[in-house]
């Protein structure tokens, strides 16, 4: 996929209190992934890279992050990979337009392991109901986490929502590993995966 020369794949939102614009962010209308803490961008710009026909969004806080993943999204000229700088369940619930993306990527979302700090967790019992909101009909969210503990959180958070139901993580998603979890596999440390269609 060619695109003209851009500066960078960091979109700067005119507001924060209105839902992006999404043809503001791409050159083409096409069906929108969108994942909630890309991290350095080592999942994302591969899997943008293998779809050109589809859009991405990754959602990153921290900006040394954010340019690590517009330098690896520019240099492989993926004009279908656009970056948010703000945090992932503001972008979920108010920034992100009704219905608009057929997937959701959140992969090791930090675990607040400690039971005071729980509140601070992205997927909680409102989490279904604002990936509804965002979800196109059978729209799916993908997640995976080393946590023992928010892993049985996550499994709960969804089985109480009869709006969702599990599904298998694709062999090709499954291949695409993150940052973290390079470093996880390295030492050894286990991945859990799961997935969640709309229903």
Do not use: C
Not at 43 to 59: Q, S, T
Not at 99 to 108: E, G, K, Q, T
Not at 133 to 155: H, K, M, S
């Amino acid at each position: 996929m060619g695109q003209k020369h851009v500066d960078s794949l960091i979109y700067e939102l005119p507001t924060i209190l209105e839902p992006i614009t999404l043809p503001a962010l791409f050159p083409s209308p096409q069906t929108l992934e969108v994942e909630l803490g890309s991290g350095d961008g080592s999942f994302l710009v591969e899997y943008a890279r293998r779809h050109p026909n589809h859009n991405f969004i990754g959602v990153e806080r921290l900006l040394g992050r954010a340019r690590k993943t517009d330098r690896k999204g520019r240099r492989a000229g993926l004009a279908n990979l656009r970056l948010l700088r703000i945090e992932s369940a503001y972008f979920l619930e108010y920034l992100l337009p009704r219905h608009s993306a057929s997937a959701l990527h959140i992969y090791f979302p930090d675990p607040w392991p400690k039971r005071k700090h729980w509140r601070h967790r992205l997927i909680n019992q409102r989490f279904p109901t604002l990936a509804r909101q965002a979800l196109a009909p059978r729209g799916r969210v993908y997640l995976r986490t080393d946590d023992p503990g928010y892993y049985e959180n996550i499994i709960g958070v969804f089985e109480a929502d009869r709006n969702f139901q599990p599904i298998e993580t694709s062999p090709e998603l499954a291949s695409l590993l993150t940052d973290f979890e390079l470093h996880f596999q390295a030492r050894g440390v286990k991945t859990r995966r799961m997935a969640y269609e709309a229903v």
